[in-house]
């Protein structure tokens, strides 16, 4: 009898793990992140430049670099969206994999080469939504987590989805339910009561807020934030436990939808 259910439980912790694992065409990577950056009105152009030059340079530094070849899987999925108000978000660098120093540099430059997408409202609710979106399109990676990595200078003002008046709330919570793991935030702080807006309605359960002073703050604030997200959790444990863990909890995630 031992033996049977011995044998009944490794067949359990492999149908738990070959479930987690991704179609033979996904290339597996411990992080699958969206990078939403803010490019409102309220951002003018130097402001702007700043923002842009801040993730150009976090991607271009040993520390960022270092956390993506030391993370789960050492690597990660990463694309940079530009949004403002309501559907107005732009994929201006698509889905790219990094797993070296090259293809960090390499996603460094797309991103200098970008031009700015949009000049309106604030939709947060709506960036994030379109952030969940992407959880459920095909991009070709298969991530053990899904980040959204929210920054701006301003609290919603461009509510229409949501029908909430200044709560962004709602498309917080939009993502988290079409697969998104985690939400974080940047606010770039300026505007009053602007930090406890993004912890109340940006942040999920499971993220966290890294501020930023003022945009001439924002490389150092965003190297921070991409360094604790990249290598934060889960912690590097195997990829069969790991499977067996959301299949026990009933936490798996999204299921690809055709994009």
Partial sequence: MKKISKALAVAAVAGAAAAYMPAASAVPVGLELVLLVDVSGSVDATEYGLQKTGYVNAFNSA?????????????????YVEWSGNNQQSQQVGWTLIDSVASAQAFATAINGTTRAF????????????????AQANNGYEGLRFVLDVSGDGADNDTTDCNTGANAACGRD???????????????LGEGGLLAYYTANVKSASGFVTPAANFGDFATAV????????????????LALFGVSLAGLGLARRRRMPV
């Fill in 174 to 188: 939009a993502a988290l339910a079409a697969g998104v793991t985690t939400v974080n935030g940047l606010p770039i």
């Fill in 119 to 134: 000049s309106g409202l604030t939709a947060i609710q709506d960036a994030m939504m379109y952030g969940g979106s992407l």
């Fill in 223 to 238: 190297e921070n934030k991409l360094v604790k997200e990249i290598i934060g959790v889960p912690e590097p444990i195997s």
């Fill in 63 to 79: 520390a960022v670099q270092n956390a993506i070849l030391g993370s789960q899987l050492g690597n990660i999925a990463v694309t």
